[in-house]
């Protein structure tokens, strides 16, 4: 692997997965040890797990405002949100689903398997996804909204508050996708209305392969064939080895929030203004001083975000992209079209993330890095 000009890697893709704080990695460790008996069983191994997964859920629950809800392990966020699009589904059969069109693609794909039976909310010219547009979207038959708190492309952190009442209102169930928040801004369940909040530990710091939904709703059924762990919701054994880890990193993280957040954005809005003015075609999605803390989507026109990427991945420097590869061509991503971008604009985008272990010296580096590498691709 070749490194950066001094010698240095930066790692700057926290959106696509966070370094873990090894203290999270410490208690996953150390309660694979302790509680490795199967909370299903009814000897003592399995009664002290089943202790100690309930003791950590409640922490969870607590740490996220959320005193009496239940939390329902499942393997990350893309599990999460299938549970959730097909449990409703298949319990409104001839029900529809309303989709906010900058979702994640374990969202979207879910919900396209209804697609005769769903409809797609565009956010405004900023962005934003507004209750106004909302209530006209949603019809007699709607039953279930989709949407992300933060969006993992732009870093548009959406008023689920507002969002969640309307369809409290509307008598509609509200699916927050809250992988990109939980941990970078501040999610209090007890003030949104929404049925459903899902979460994935590895996006703030916790271990990988460990998320699942915070669940106010009691329509939902399992439907992987197995067990009956989780009431019945989810089969298989209950990760209780990633639940500690995502506890502690969880703490850690609110911990340090809001002085994090101020920390990045200022950041962020460094890095935007001088990307900015080194290139005049520059066009910055999202907003770095009231988004996602330290997320920074950039669209160069007539680019190719993928090559820019790679010459910085090959100077030392790891970004992300506006777009999936499908097959070998690139396709503009979803999101950001549904932004406002133009597919030029969109295959132009580099997404930078940062997250706690960035600082200062991070950033001036990958500004120098960027706007040279920019000028190098228009030459
Ligand atoms: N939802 C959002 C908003 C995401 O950013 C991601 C990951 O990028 C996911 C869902 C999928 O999460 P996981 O990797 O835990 O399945």
Redesign the pocket.
Known sequence: MRAGADGERRYLDY???APPYPEALDAQAEAARRWFGNPSAGHAAGRSAALELRRLKTAFARALDFPDGRVVLM???????NWVIRSVMARFPQGRVLVAAD?????WQAARLFEARMDVLAPDRTGRVTPAALADALRPDTRLFCC?H???ETGVVHDVAALSALCARRGVLCHA????AVGHVPVRLSELCCEFY?F????FGGP?GC?GVCLRWAGGAGWLAGGEQEDGLRAGTENLPGLAGAAVALGRSLATLPREAERLRALACRLAAAARGADAACRLNGDPAAGLPGLVSLSFAGLDGHALAADLDHQGFEVGTGSACAGSRPAPSRALLAAGLSPEEALGTVRVSMGRLTGEIDVDAVIAALTATVRRHRG
Request: proline share 0%.
């Open positions: 959106a696509a997965s393997s990350g966020a893309t599990e999460a949100n979702v994640h693609a374990s969202v992300s933060a969006v993992n996708d809250g992988a990109q899902v994935a530990a590895h996006k990988r998320g």
